[in-house]
């Protein structure tokens, strides 16, 4: 069985007017840790949460499996802007931007909805 | 943890599209010499279009399997024979999960959210490792599916951590670090049965073993000859190492795994051979692979089932947290 | 088939079992949801809260079993007491061994335990015995998250949508029943109490009244009216879930006699 092609996962449903099914997803956070004292803080990756106390708890809970004096910072996805040197003669100028292609950071027109 | 050869599950599309911009071209150019020089592609590089629906599919498919995992070993935590292994299993099952998560941050740097890939998997369309649709029989299976499955999903993995997509990359790392005591706590429970237990328990361990050893092999996927994927994937550097390879590293060094167990394996054909410097195995049964990819296996149908249940069950949970949150809201912003 | 064992009926080492069994029964239910739970990051919460709970269990039950010889009976380990022990001499309050039941079910009982426990692992800190009151130390750490978690999640429920009020409700008219038990008293405490093993658990109740009513009071629920019904599961007799859930449990060390795993 072949499976859909990607576009029609993410276009969800296309019938006019539905609310897309995807609105109801819990935000997106990119973690920090810092597990000992005198490092940085380091990107960990990503969770879904609903708010930011449970991002905190879950993020302990998933990756420092609770370790006492780690600290962990959370922030949501989209509200990091990110400039990503990325390759180093471009085309076009390196835009201040978003951390990820992620459909739900950007704010398309209406007219665009299903793209 | 569970990556059964990608390029099996489902067909790929056809041919990139042929008409491409110059700007695509020259963009294309670079991105094949970074690959060539063995460079890292992070989320916002550009990237071609199939190469990134490739790595959605496979990482989702992973993260997939890491999830589905958890139901065929979650089923004897409740009857762990001991509080060691009830807690050694809770861990493993846990650690399941969190690997899971890493995967699916990873799809989702891709443009893809969480919610998609589940639809994809709850509708049946995306796929997940078929080793799990076997049904878990006796505690026996549980150190087998450590000492096999665990060991054919290891040595998968640990290539994919020099894969060509960074965010993958980094996952396969924090996974194969954690990796390494599931394997482990399988054989050394094996190795405490067939050791010092019983012989009602040797031949639990025995019977279990003739469940899980073909099946175990079927993980590293089809022949290379009929994986038409596999050259693209491995251009791309999303696969380094072949699946009969593979394969044949997995046998060499689990036959012998198996005499220091004192079981044997379910193949009259397995023998060393002096001159290749390998084992020599028996024919695989293809049939059965395609047919439990293809959906007709013991549990394929429960598996999904129980995926789809959770979520389902779960949907007014997430809603109420969304909706707590919201109310949080309007006050935050007037304080 | 092995028989099943028996166990001291010294008050310290039934004082003991109570605190260890309700930590392993609890771990047993809340396992269940492995697999099943609304969304992953919740999979790894529960099993982590599992995981707490079985190493609490497992330090409680060996020092249980020790306790037991040092009273001149038999010494048993702890799957010995854990696997070979028969329903009427498991101490755990009732209010652990009821199903899961649903999300809201499951975090409003986590919320009682935790609540509990952490008040008690405080007291313990302070015990005469010092091996568990280094149990203690590491478990009231333990038990502050878990308190967390559920408070978190009960005003979540609770204030969130019309669906998950009604179902925090409905959970917390079937297990309030059930948390009256967790005070009542009797000559097990009492001996506690006199030798500096553990306080009466019925010594924590105002302040676990105060906690438990304040994160109701923030999932906009009140304090349901005093019943008179009391569960008895400390005393051994139990609902009749334990059964189910323990021949569940022990199966394999009861068809395994003699076993090595």
Redesign the interface.
């Known amino acids: 069985m072949s499976p859909a092609p990607i576009q029609e996962v993410i276009a969800g449903t296309k019938a006019e007017g539905t609310p897309s099914p995807h609105k109801a997803e819990w935000p997106l956070w990119e973690v920090f840790v810092r597990s000992k004292a005198g490092l940085d803080h380091k990107h960990c990756g990503s969770l879904h949460a609903a708010d930011p106390q449970m991002a905190i708890q879950l993020a302990r809970d998933v990756y420092t499996r609770r370790q006492e004096g780690t600290s962990v910072w959370v922030i949501r996805s989209d509200q990091i802007t990110a400039s990503d040197p990325g390759e180093k003669a471009s085309y076009f100028d390196p835009m201040e931007d978003k951390v990820y292609r992620h459909p739900t950071f950007y704010e398309l027109p209406k007219a665009l909805d299903h793209m | 943890m569970y990556t059964q050869a990608m390029d099996t ?3 790929e ?1 056809g041919a990139p599209k042929a008409v491409r911009s110059a ?1 695509e071209l ?2 294309q150019e ?1 991105f094949d010499a970074r690959i060539d020089a063995g460079d890292f592609i ?5 990237m071609p279009e199939h190469y990134r ?1 490739t790595l ?2 496979q990482i989702s498919q992973h993260a997939h399997s890491e ?1 589905v995992g ?2 065929p070993e ?1 089923n004897w ?11 050694i299993l ?2 493993k ?2 650690d399941e ?2 690997h ?3 995967l ?3 799809a ?9 890939l589940f ?2 998997l709850h509708s ?4 997940y490792s078929s080793i799990f649709n076997y049904p878990t029989l006796t ?1 026996a299976d549980m150190g087998v599916i450590g000492w096999l499955v665990d060991g054919a999903a290891i040595m998968n993995q640990v290539p994919l951590c020099r894969c060509s997509y960074a965010p993958y990359a ?2 396969m790392v ?1 996974i194969c670090r954690e990796e390494s005591f599931h394997q482990r706590q399988g054989f050394e ?1 094996l190795l ?2 067939m050791s ?3 012989d ?2 040797k031949a639990m361990v025995q019977d279990a073993v003739d469940r899980w050893w073909w099946p175990s092999i079927m993980m590293f996927g089809p022949p290379d000859t009929e994986s038409p994927n596999s050259e693209q994937s491995m251009k791309w550097g999303i696969k380094r190492i072949s699946n009969d390879d593979l394969r044949q590293k997995f046998i060499d060094a689990t036959a012998e795994q198996a005499k220091i167990l004192g079981v044997t394996l379910p193949d009259p054909a397995l023998r060393w051979n002096e001159e290749r410097d390998h084992y020599d195995f028996g024919a695989i049964d293809w049939n059965e692979f395609w047919q439990v990819v ?2 007709e296996g013991p549990c394929n149908r429960e598996r999904l089932a ?1 995926r789809v ?3 389902d ?13 919201a ?2 809201q309007p006050l935050k912003e007037a304080a | 088939m092995p028989s099943s064992i028996t166990v001291s009926s010294d008050p310290s080492v039934q004082y003991l079992l109570r605190i260890g069994d309700t930590c392993l029964i609890l771990a047993q239910r809340l396992a269940e949801w492995c697999g099943h739970a609304p969304i992953v990051e919740e999979d790894i919460a529960l099993t982590n809260m599992a995981l707490d709970l079985v190493g609490q269990a497992r330090a409680v039950l060996t020092r249980a079993g020790e306790l037991e010889a040092e009273h001149g009976g038999a010494r048993h380990g702890e799957d010995e007491l854990a696997f070979l022990r028969d329903e009427r001499d498991f101490h755990n309050c009732t209010l652990v061994e009821l199903p899961r039941g649903d999300f809201a079910a499951t975090m409003l009982r986590n919320l009682a335990v935790a609540i509990f426990l952490e008040l008690l692992w405080q007291r313990l800190q302070g015990s005469s015995d010092a091996e568990l009151a280094a149990i203690a130390g590491k478990a009231v750490k333990e038990a502050r998250y878990h308190r967390e978690h559920a408070a978190d999640w009960v005003v979540r429920l609770g204030d969130g949508t019309a669906e998950s009020a009604a179902r925090l409700k409905a959970a917390l008219d079937l297990l309030w029943p059930y948390m009256a038990e967790l005070f009542e008293g009797d000559g097990v405490d009492d001996q506690a109490v006199a030798t500096g093993l553990g306080p009466r658990w019925s010594e924590l109740q105002d302040d676990w009244r105060e906690g438990f009513a304040s994160v109701l009071t923030a999932a906009r629920l009140a304090l349901p009216a005093e019943r008179a019904f009391r569960s008895t599961g400390k005393l051994g007799r139990h609902s009749e879930h334990l059964g189910f859930l323990l021949a569940e449990m022990q199966h394999l060390q009861r068809s395994f006699p003699g076993g090595v795993w």
């Open positions: 599950m489902g067909k599309e700007d020259a963009h670079r992070e989320a916002k590089d550009w629906k959605v599919r999830i958890m139901l979650g935590i409740s009857r762990a024979p001991t509080l060691k292994r009830k807690a809770l861990a099952v846990q999960a969190g899971g998560l890493y699916y941050a990873a989702e740097t891709l443009g893809i959210s969480r919610d998609q639809d994809a049946g369309k995306a796929k505690w980094r996952a924090r429970s405490t049965m010092h237990g019983t009602a328990q293809g959906g129980a249940k959770a979520w069950d779960g949907a007014w949970v997430r809603e109420a947290a969304l909706a707590h949150a109310k949080q």
